[in-house]
């Protein structure tokens, strides 16, 4: 069992009814949940969950000027009665409206872009390595001949991607990266998309529509007849909510 983080959305709820309504909507997947008739299946999810949005720093930003809101949501403790102390400018949840979502974004956008920089600087001191995907092609099309592991071993043979990962310099710059070329794919833009698109959203996240959505598994988009990157998802979703809907986040234990 462990614990992680969950994003409820809520239509507009007043702040005096926020807990019921995270409370009914966490309903249907609570573990010693009972299916009843005509009802949703049994589908837990959870056995304990708060309201958290996280400590040091963690959690939406709000901007100043909207501090002082009543529908801006906080939870002044952990279950076990200990104080949380709320860091200014975050909070716990509310109304879509009062999240600056891009100021959380901005740092993170700021240093994908140093180190794609960095990669470049980097790169351009080998010849250009190939995508792992032209050796796997080659393996597909005489797996004898050609083995996965030939395929594998090739690609990490390239000068840039074994310097890649040997280079004390590139470790320096950022974290070892098995696959360089993967992980910096595609135009600046995207690069940097893909990176602030891990910042607002959890790796779970239930939908204005009652849906429970787990993006650690492959299938996360097979009920929503989706498919693609969970985060680009959920980011997509959370940022075009209508202002007056609630985001909160929750730890919850499963």
Same mark, same amino acid.
């Given at each position: 069992?462990?614990?992680?983080?969950?994003?409820?959305?809520?239509?507009?709820?007043?702040?005096?009814? /926020?807990?019921?309504? %995270?409370? =009914? +909507?966490? =309903?249907?997947?609570?573990?010693?949940? !009972?299916?009843?008739?005509g009802?949703?299946?049994?589908?837990?999810?959870?056995?304990?969950?708060?309201?958290?949005?996280?400590h040091?720093?963690d959690?939406?930003? @709000?901007?100043?000027?909207?501090?002082?809101?009543? #529908?801006?949501?906080?939870? &002044?403790?952990?279950?076990?009665?200990?104080? #949380?102390?709320?860091?200014?400018?975050?909070?716990?949840?509310?109304?879509?409206?009062?999240?600056?979502?891009? +100021?959380?974004?901005?740092?993170?956008?700021?240093?994908?872009?140093?180190? $794609?920089?960095?990669?470049?600087? *980097?790169?351009?001191?080998?010849?250009?390595?190939?995508? *792992?995907?032209?050796?796997?092609?080659?393996?597909?099309?005489?797996?004898?001949?050609?083995?996965?592991?030939?395929? #594998? =071993?090739?690609?990490?043979?390239?000068?840039?991607?074994?310097?890649?990962?040997?280079? &004390?310099?590139?470790?320096?710059? *950022?974290p #070892?990266?098995?696959?360089?070329?993967?992980?910096?794919?595609?135009? &600046?833009?995207?690069? /940097?998309?893909?990176?602030?698109?891990? @910042? %607002? &959203?959890?790796?779970?996240?239930?939908? $204005?529509?009652?849906?429970?959505?787990d993006?650690? /598994? !492959?299938?996360?988009?097979?009920?929503?007849?989706?498919?693609?990157?969970?985060h680009?998802?959920?980011?997509?979703?959370?940022?075009?909510?209508?202002?007056?809907? $609630? @985001?909160?986040?929750?730890?919850?234990?499963?």
């Open positions: 069992m462990a614990r992680d983080l969950l994003t409820v959305c809520l239509p507009p709820t007043p702040p005096d009814e /926020v807990t019921a309504a %995270i409370g =009914a +909507a966490m =309903a249907p997947y609570d573990y010693d949940y !009972e299916a009843q008739p009802g949703p299946a049994w589908q837990g999810k959870w056995d304990v969950w708060d309201i958290y949005g996280g040091d720093g959690g939406f930003p @709000v901007s100043p000027a909207d501090e002082a809101d009543p #529908r801006l949501i906080f939870n &002044p403790t952990l279950p076990n009665g200990t104080p #949380r102390q709320r860091t200014p400018s975050r909070w716990d949840g509310g109304p879509r409206a009062l999240l600056d979502f891009d +100021a959380a974004r901005a740092p993170v956008a700021a240093r994908a872009a140093e180190r $794609l920089r960095a990669w470049q600087t *980097f790169a351009a001191g080998f010849p250009p390595a190939l995508p *792992f995907d032209t050796f796997a092609e080659r393996a597909r099309r005489d797996l004898a001949a050609y083995p996965v592991a030939r395929a #594998r =071993a090739d690609y990490y043979e390239q000068p840039l991607i074994s310097a890649a990962n040997d280079s &004390p310099e590139v470790c320096g710059l *950022f #070892r990266l098995t696959d360089p070329l993967h992980h910096f794919r595609g135009d &600046p833009a995207e690069f /940097v998309r893909r990176e602030t698109a891990q @910042v %607002i &959203p959890t790796n779970y996240l239930l939908l $204005l529509n009652g849906q429970w959505i993006g650690t /598994v !492959e299938d996360w988009g097979r009920e929503l007849g989706r498919s693609g990157d969970y680009r998802f959920a980011d997509d979703y959370l940022e075009t909510l209508p202002g007056d809907c $609630l @985001v909160i986040r929750l730890r919850f234990h499963y």
